[in-house]
């Protein structure tokens, strides 16, 4: 049941983008791709020596009959903001998902191409989806704390991952780099439901941290949240990026524009049609359609 | 009244709006409320003031008589307790068994559909056939003895199994997708978010509907006579295969007796004593969810 609504709301995305193909979407996808990766290279010496975490090659994904990503590759750096932007239905959840294996968890999701992390790919026959999540954290859309106590929620990948020992401090030390142990030092015992939406949003990123993992993914982490709170995980998401590398998705531009280093624009039919520095995408990007909906032309 | 209030409408753009048909549903509805709630309450005093001066300790405590007056009701208490007992610690591991795996585990398959509109479809079963069932299989095939504690306990544990499954599935399905997604983003194992995540927030539900089907359980009948479970016994069941009768059981058969005596007197101390244990074990289970409910 719970992979039946979970689907029906993933195909409602992907029903969306399917009326409207766009003549030449392809070339442009392939050209934005090809742009992307090369200019990262060239164009900005500060991340020329940047290494590589996670890189797609020809990623397509789709929902039963439905397509919902259309080759997508792309180099994603380490230690670094990478933001996806793009309308709704344009894939970039979906992309987010297909890293650390969300996808696996529905039904009719279909996986072609691949996609390497620290250079083995993922959807290989040895890798353990559960085992890859242990290493790739991911932080929802909406705030989604357990019903237990503040503590309990930072314990929990830890508990799961057999991570126990000196737990106190480790969930201290998440709850500190999450930027919330000021705040809730002194009622670790109360309940996360009683926080409010940006401080449970705040501790969804401790949780995700506590383990350790190596890539933080967040699906428009601050998008139910108002803006005193946003600006608070926009300053941890910069802070987080010092450690982890940080991939996320978001439809609000000016925080792409804010918070990233590098940002793939994907457009309608799950095509990814510019990946580049974020300051390059906003400032020149190659493809008009980039320019159009960067400046609000559409979407 | 509908009258005016239209008319004040019309003038000032403003006015009342008539409420006409409002005002009779509303008392319609609190007439379908009341016709359901007296008539309940009415049985229940009727009954109540017959068993006065019949609901008595020895009534509780002496077995059955031919003696109105020294009639008792203990063995069949102590039957329906112990089959009860029975029941659920049948129903429970079974039913949410096959809840988490139809919710958590089964594709939604033909298979699955298949199953699920079974399941459906056993939930509407009337309880004689779930008696046949139960003398066919326990008495016939597995020899558990005819009446006896055991075969009655696994007769009406598979007569409440759907419901109890149906429950359990729908108090699974209730507990949020993104709930999963935080533990399986976690890198939390199937199982690890079953038993953290799920259980926990549906063990109040699954409760509930456990307890609901229990309380369908204690006062089947059918299924019972279809096992051949005795009337009336005279003596506390002392293994869990010894003859068995159960409270519904006795009160049906102390109807049948031609003394007025036993068809107002005894039959209504049967009936309290039987709601009255119906209650507590139900308030007993409530007091329990609403624990567990505080704690998670």
Sequence with gaps: ????????????????????????????ADRGTDIGVETSSRDDPATVTDRTIIESRDLDVYYGDDQALNGISMEIPEQQVTALIGPSGCGKSTFLRSINRMNDLI??????????????????????????????????????????????????????????????????????????????????DSSGLDLSGGQQQRLCIARAIAPDPEVILMDEPASALDPVATSKIEDLIEDLAEEYTVIIVTHNMQQAARISDKTAVFLTGGNLVEFDDTTKIFENPESDRVEDYITGKFG | MAADTQEASVDS?????????????????????????????????????????????????NPPHPNPNNAGFLPAIVGSIAIMI??????????????????????????????????????????????????????????IGYGSVLAAAFTVALLILPIVIISAQEAI???????????????????????????????????????????????????????????????????????????????????SYPQTEFQYGVVAAGVVTLLVILLTINS?????????????
Excluded: C
């Design chain 2, 13 to 61: 753009g403003f006015g009342q709006i008539s409420r006409t048909k409002d005002v009779a549903f509303r008392l319609l509805a609190l007439a379908a409320t009341l016709i359901g709630i007296v008539s309940l309450a009415a049985l229940l005093l009727n009954v109540a003031v017959d068993a006065v001066g019949w609901l008595d300790w020895s009534f509780l405590t």
């Design chain 1, 1 to 28: 049941m719970t992979n039946k609504q979970m689907t029906s709301s993933e195909t409602e995305q992907t029903d969306d983008q399917q009326p409207n193909p766009t003549p030449g979407t392809d070339s442009l």
């Design chain 1, 107 to 188: 039904d009719i999701a279909r996986v072609d191409g691949e996609l390497f992390f620290r250079e083995k790919n993922v959807y290989d026959d040895d890798v353990d989806p559960v085992a890859l999540r242990r290493r790739i954290g991911m932080v929802f859309q909406s705030p989604n704390p357990f019903p237990k106590s503040i503590y309990d929620n930072v314990a929990y990948g830890l508990r799961v991952q057999g991570q126990d020992d000196n737990l106190d401090e480790k969930v201290h030390t998440a709850l500190e780099r999450a930027a919330l142990l000021d705040e809730v030092e002194d009622q670790l």
């Design chain 2, 284 to 296: 007993v289970a409530i007091i329990i969810r609403n624990r567990y409910q505080q704690r998670t």
């Design chain 2, 173 to 255: 399905r209730s507990v949020p997708d993104s709930q999963r997604q935080a533990s399986y983003g976690m890198g939390a194992t199937k199982w690890q978010t079953i038993r953290n995540v799920v259980l926990p927030r549906a063990m109040p539900g699954i409760m509930t509907g456990t307890i609901l089907a229990l309380g369908r359980a204690i006062g089947e009948t059918a299924p019972l006579i279809m096992i051949a479970a005795p009337t009336t016994v005279f003596g506390v069941p002392n293994s869990l295969l010894s003859k068995v009768s159960a409270m519904p059981l006795q009160i049906y058969n102390w109807a």
């Design chain 2, 86 to 143: 029975m029941i659920a610690l049948v129903t429970f591991p079974l039913g949410v068994g096959a809840a988490i795996y139809l919710e958590e585990y089964a594709s939604d398959g033909y298979l699955t559909r298949f199953i699920q509109l079974n399941i459906a479809n056993l939930a509407g079963v009337p309880s004689v056939v779930y008696g046949l069932l139960g003398l066919g299989l326990f008495v016939g095939l597995f020899n």
